[in-house]
């Protein structure tokens, strides 16, 4: 059985990741993983006995909480009627929240990291949660699905795979093509964003990968091709043209980090705190 790991920590943006977690792993048949990191005041020389109390004191409350995470979806099945959802709580202490989930991950050996994106709706603000934002970047973690708080499950219909021609694009395409085949009516967009100057060679690109799919049918597998110099420009067009479940790109594409990271505070976010954000890892993928 997959697993996917859930980090919690009872805000509002990690719950509507938990929520849009639980109704995925039943559509695909996973096992949930759910971790919450118990974390205390560092200590001093002076307060060292103060931490160790305030410490169990949140690792009694992050067990309690687990529990009541647990027994609220006692009821739930699996979508192919094989059986009651399986989900498993882990509490760590003893480390920070990344290495935590770093840790978790490869002990209980799971595909996937569901967590969710905090503060995205207002430019200034940080445009991932910075806990996702290193997992995202760390080589010790699965695939991450970053979840916006106004984010709601609903069945994969489109998947929009922003891509730049990686030697990688083939698996990926493989992988996204099993992932749609759980959902009724799904198809993958496969979408690169030219600028001017490697337009012809990006279209020569497009034919030869194209070719190599050509027994997928354009209602299960759709190859785009878009003109626009700013990237982020031309994947917030697509998505405002294209209703899109969720947004698939891989760690490779490193243009397209750079700017969720540096992008300018004078221009409004829209497709980050809309639409899921798939991160496949490059290392990962074989």
């Keep these: 059985m997959q697993k996917i790991l859930v980090p919690v920590d009872f805000s509002k943006p990690s719950e509507a990741a938990l929520g849009y977690a639980v109704h995925f792993a039943q559509v695909i048949g996973a096992e949930i993983i ?93 445009l991932l949660g910075s806990v996702t934002a290193d997992i995202i970047s760390s080589n010790e973690a699965p695939a991450v699905l970053a979840i916006p708080s106004s984010a709601t499950f609903s069945n994969w219909e489109r998947i929009v795979y922003a891509a730049d021609f990686s030697d990688k694009d083939e698996k990926v395409i493989d992988i996204l093509l099993e992932l749609a085949g759980y959902f009724p009516n799904s198809k993958v967009d496969y979408l690169h964003i030219s600028n001017e100057k490697e337009h012809v060679e990006d279209i020569n690109r497009l034919h030869r990968l194209k070719k190599t799919f050509k027994s997928i049918p354009v209602s299960m597998l759709d190859f785009r091709f878009k003109e626009n110099d700013d990237l982020d420009e031309g994947i917030d067009n697509y998505l405002d043209n294209y209703e899109t479940s969720v947004l698939v790109m891989l760690t490779h594409h490193r243009s397209f980090f750079e700017s969720l990271w540096h992008r300018s505070k004078a221009r409004e976010i829209s497709f980050h705190t809309e639409v899921p954000l798939l991160v496949l890892k490059t290392n990962t993928i074989k």
């Excluded at 931490?51 to 067990?63: F, N, S, T």
């Excluded at 059986?83 to 840790?103: Q, Y």
């Design 34 to 126: 759910l971790l919450h990191v118990a974390c205390a005041p560092l200590p001093s020389a002076t307060n060292y006995h103060l931490h160790v109390g305030l410490l169990k004191e949140e690792v009694e409350k992050g067990k309690s909480k687990l529990d009541k995470y647990v027994s609220q979806f006692a009821d739930l099945n699996y979508t192919d009627g094989s059986g009651k959802l399986k989900i498993t709580p882990v509490l760590e202490s003893e480390n920070g929240i990344i290495p935590s989930i770093e840790k978790v991950s490869k002990e209980h050996n799971t595909f996937l990291v569901v967590m969710g994106t905090h503060g995205m709706t207002r430019a200034e603000e940080i």
